[in-house]
């Protein structure tokens, strides 16, 4: 197959060739006949002044002395027949071939009383040659015929020019056009082919290619600018269908990895209490303490899968958050006062209301203090609530614990990602719980952001819309 650039090129310069031949054939075409006609004009009255000169001529000699005087004047050919077509006389030397003029057309048509007009080839000289013949008259009546003949040599002298002028120009014309094309088309067509091979780059799987293009054209930057955005959406897409992959991978590991913990313990315990009925009452501690891991994990799943539902939809009423706060207070202060931890209270204002879901709210403020409270071995955790700009609420949990090493941050937030997995397994840690605040948060239309250093502390500042749209009023 032809490339693009060589179909345009090569149609450019067929089109150039037209036009240039097309100028041809109407300039040699034109100037021809405007040649022709001024002087089918000239002898037109070449004709007529000849009458008048021959009109005065008293005899035969003088006649064709003046007739012949007035053809060398005017380098033509002068013939003068009588009514019945006969020579009367002629500056020509071949009277035989002047004879047989009277046959001709403008001569029958002089003398039907017109004038008479022909452009052939002269039998003398065989030579494009234009002849008027025009009608003399005496009383109104025809007396005789004027022929004056004119051999267009200069007319082919002048044709030959133009054809020679219109060629050399032609020819030149079309190697400037070959040019022009070649760098004009390459220009425009340079960047369709950088989108070509980029095209089959991608389809190579290769997303990260970009199209550069120093074209100056409108139409041909928004198509470059066009397909580096397609190209950017594709590759954003395809990681992201990656990391889709690799969190479906690890989802799958990490469910059988916690499943299998507490279910291998569960079995192997069982067995021992078969063998030993001695050991009962601590081998069913254990088996409780892991049944209790395993319906964590199952609860904590299914509440992710219901916030991770298309169809999930809040259910919204008037929440005053101090009071709520309070309550996760109550919940877990036995789990406080066991880890030694004093919780302080930063409360700006304690008739802070905002519209939310109230369960899945205490869910997350339940889940962050709890989070809090396992990773702090001493110290104190604070709670601060305020309002902020654009009719929001913030609200923080900071505490004085082990804190969380800068590579695990950007991961906090993945489902079983947990910093320290002994800790947390010993706690009856899912892995799940920053995972489910997150996605209270992004149901609340509000946004969550983290602060931590190893070994001095955690920091979650939550901010949510005062008015909420986003659920059923309840």
């Known amino acids: ?140 009546k025809i007396k005789y015929v004027i022929r004056v003949q004119y051999r267009l040599k200069e007319l082919e002298n002048l044709i030959e020019g133009i054809k020679k002028n219109i060629v050399r120009t032609g020819f030149i014309s079309i190697i400037i056009s070959m040019f022009i094309a070649f760098f004009f088309f390459r220009k425009i067509l340079d960047p369709i082919s950088e989108i070509t091979k980029a095209a089959q780059q991608i389809s190579d799987g290769d997303f990260s290619v970009k199209v550069k293009s120093k074209n100056n054209s409108e139409e041909i930057e928004k198509l470059v600018s066009t397909f580096n955005l397609m190209t950017e959406k594709i590759n954003l897409l395809f990681i992201e269908i990656s990391m889709q992959q690799k969190i479906k991978k690890d989802f799958v590991a990490n469910v059988s990895h916690e499943l299998k913990t507490p279910l291998t313990a569960i079995k192997g315990f069982s067995e021992m209490m078969i063998e030993d009925e001695t050991l009962s009452k601590r081998y069913l501690d254990i088996i409780r303490r892991n049944t209790d891991r395993l319906i964590n994990i199952v609860n904590d799943l299914l509440m992710l899968s ?104 950007p991961r906090i937030f993945e489902r079983f990602y947990v910093v320290d997995k002994s800790r947390s397994r010993k706690s009856g840690g899912t892995g799940l719980g920053l995972s489910i605040i997150k996605h209270i948060v992004a149901l609340h239309k509000g946004t969550i952001s983290i602060k931590s250093k190893e070994g001095d502390g955690t920091e979650f500042k939550v901010t949510l819309p005062v008015i909420n749209k986003s659920g059923l009023k309840t």
Request: aromatic share 6%; net charge negative; glycine share 4%.
């Open 1 to 140: 197959m032809k490339s693009l650039f060589v179909r345009f090129f090569s149609g450019f310069i067929i089109i150039v060739f037209l036009l240039i031949a097309s100028i041809f054939f109407i300039s040699v075409k034109t100037v021809r006949e405007s040649y022709i006609e001024s002087f089918k004009n000239n002898l037109s009255l070449t004709a007529k002044s000849s009458i008048f000169a021959i009109e005065h001529c008293s005899s035969a000699d003088e006649l064709k002395s003046k007739v012949k005087e007035l053809a060398t004047a005017s380098d033509t050919t002068i013939t003068l027949y009588s009514t019945d077509g006969k020579v009367i006389t002629t500056s020509s030397d071949d009277l035989e071939s002047m004879a047989k003029g009277a046959d001709k057309k403008e001569v029958r048509a002089a003398l039907n009383g017109k004038e008479g007009y022909a452009l052939r080839n002269s039998l003398t000289v065989q030579k494009e040659t234009i002849y008027i013949a025009l009608p003399v008259k005496e009383n109104d």
């Open 306 to 409: 219901s916030l991770e539902d298309e169809n999930a939809s809040l259910y919204i009423e008037e929440i005053n958050l101090a009071d709520m706060l309070e309550n996760t207070h109550m919940v877990l202060r036995h789990k406080l006062e066991k880890s030694g931890l004093s919780l302080i209270k930063e409360f700006e204002s304690h008739s802070i209301v905002i519209e939310g879901d109230r369960y899945r709210l205490e869910q997350l403020t339940i889940n962050l203090l709890d989070n809090a409270i396992k990773y702090t071995e001493k110290g104190s955790i604070t709670i601060k609530l305020k309002k902020t700009e654009n009719n929001r609420v913030e609200l923080a949990i900071k505490d004085t614990g082990i804190g969380i090493p800068e590579k695990d941050i």
